[in-house]
């Protein structure tokens, strides 16, 4: 972190876009993982994103930016095969984020 | 009023009003945004009858309220203008959430500030509690004794705010009515000399630069707000000296001092008072009364309240002969010792390791009439306290009891 002499007067930002550096995926406590064998590219969780986090390439989805996700569950709640029970069948589970980072 | 220019230096008989109006003329602002609240309304209809007349290139913008005024004038600062306002008493308390965004975004915003009472009771005259009460919001807070005063702060009120060093905004402050509304000479300098002196702004990373995009006012989390925070205290320290250096400045120029003190007849005085504001002025009436009479007594007058000039009023202390001070103060603290003033006296002797019995004072509220019978009342609890004799905490002059 840079020290109160360093800061840029009155937490002016001079740099356009520059937005994207910040990860707010470090807020998050679910994490939405990514079946690419159930999707059916219908691009619904893409749409839905409020962080722009489906990584969409040829058309296709092909992954999560865990960078920028908040882990909010929309893009898993939306995804029409992630409907019922059956958890073999689903394009996108929440499950929680202990599950991933060793450090928690 | 008459609009015209001037040309030529003169002495006038101009109300407070009238010579903040002048002084926001000759300044000649991009943009003025004001709500009507007495005391102040008259400012902002000479004012107005300037743009009318085209006596001024400023974008008058009439707001909705105070609120609005303070963030029209933050909008207008952030976008590269020279912004300013005016306002009265419970007009600041509306602005009081933006004075935090203008000190926090360190745009170089003035207020023209007409000191009135705040509710309740209702009451439109005279007294610093509004000003006291946004004096933790990061501006910096010079206080007029006389029209000429203020009109002479005003000018250098946008200096201050613009240096780079600084950045912070001003509010200048007068007592409403008493002289915000009393005719009195007033010396008035030519426009070209004002312009001359304020100069030209130089904008830091203003909005309207569209070939460098920046963002105002963006969210800091606790992982750095605390930085910006200790920002604005240097930049209030900074005040400190580019107010005496912008005074020297204007001293040049005017040929009258302008410190952060002034402190009169306090050489060889045994007893003192500090004063703010228009009571400065009766009160050094009243010193030379008494100094007439052979009393040993003299007045320190608070020129600068934000940054307080600690140094400058404990070396004035320190040289005089006081065996006790006085300190006045047109606002309270409920609860507290006794007012604002007072404890920032206190401060500065208790740090320099020096103690004097202080008495605390508190007069004027509401406009209450402060006459030259309340401060021989005034120095008279000095004395007392200076022998020894006990005197309360607080006492109150002019008080029906």
Not at chain 2, 50 to 64: H, K, P, R, S, Y
Not at chain 2, 101 to 108: F, H, K, Y
Not at chain 2, 252 to 277: N, P
Request: charged share 25%; glycine share 8%; net charge negative.
């Amino acid at each position: 972190m840079k020290g109160w002499r360093d800061l840029e007067i009155g937490a002016l930002i001079t740099e356009p876009g520059n937005s994207a550096e910040y990860k707010t995926g470090e807020w998050r406590a679910w994490r939405p993982v990514f079946n690419r064998e159930n999707c059916i590219d219908c691009m619904i969780c893409w749409v839905f994103c409020p962080d722009s986090s489906i990584i969409v390439k040829d058309k296709k989805v092909v992954g999560i930016d865990y960078d920028h996700c908040k882990g909010c569950g929309i893009c898993a709640h939306e995804c029409p095969k992630s409907k019922g029970d059956d958890e073999s069948k689903k394009a996108l589970v929440m499950k929680p984020e202990y599950l991933f980072r060793e450090e928690d | 009023m008459a609009v015209t220019m001037i040309e030529e230096r003169k002495v006038v008989p101009y109300s407070g009003n009238m010579a903040a109006a002048e002084a926001l003329r000759q300044i000649n602002p991009d943009v003025v945004a004001a709500y009507p609240i007495t005391p102040q309304t008259e400012m902002m209809h000479f004012f107005a009858d300037f743009v009318a007349n085209g006596l001024v290139d400023t974008e008058f913008i009439t707001v909705e309220s105070e609120h609005s005024a303070l963030s029209a004038v933050v909008g207008a600062a952030a976008a590269g203008a020279r912004a300013m306002t005016a306002t009265a008493g419970p007009g600041l308390a509306l602005m009081w959430e933006i004075l935090g965004v203008a000190s926090g975004m360190r745009l170089p915003a003035v207020i023209a500030l007409v000191n009135r009472a705040l509710s309740s009771p209702i009451n439109i005259h005279g007294d610093h509690s509004d000003m006291m009460g946004a004096r933790d919001q990061g501006w910096i807070i010079l206080v007029s004794e006389n029209a000429e005063e203020e009109y002479d702060n005003l000018i250098q009120a946008v200096k201050i705010a613009e240096d780079e060093r600084v950045r912070l905004p001003v509010m200048v402050g007068m007592d409403g009515f008493i002289i915000s509304h009393s005719i009195e000479g007033v010396s008035l300098l030519k426009d070209e000399e004002v312009r001359e002196f304020v100069g030209k702004q130089r904008m830091f990373h203003p909005l309207l630069d569209v070939e460098h995009p920046t963002t105002h006012g963006a969210i800091a989390m606790s992982d750095s707000y605390m930085e910006f925070k200790r920002q604005q205290r240097e930049a209030m320290m900074n005040a400190y000296k580019v107010i005496r250096e912008v005074g020297e400045e204007f001293a040049a120029l005017r040929g009258k001092k302008y410190e952060h003190i002034e402190a009169y007849k306090t050489e060889d005085a045994e007893y003192i008072l500090i004063v703010m504001g228009s009571a400065a002025g009766t009160a050094k009436y009243v010193v030379d009364r008494m100094r007439e009479r052979g009393e040993k007594v003299g007045i320190i007058k608070i020129r600068t309240f934000r940054p307080f000039p600690y140094y400058d009023l404990a070396d004035a202390i320190v040289a005089s002969n006081a065996k006790a001070i006085g300190v006045m103060d047109r606002a309270e603290t409920f609860g507290g010792y006794s007012g604002p003033l007072f404890e920032e006296v206190c401060t500065a002797l208790y740090t320099r390791n020096k103690f004097y019995p202080i008495a605390g004072l508190i007069y004027g509220l509401g406009g209450r009439d402060c006459n030259i019978n309340h401060i021989e009342e005034a120095f008279d609890v000095v004395k007392k306290k200076a022998a020894g004799e006990e005197v309360p905490p607080v006492t109150y002059l002019n008080l029906q009891v």
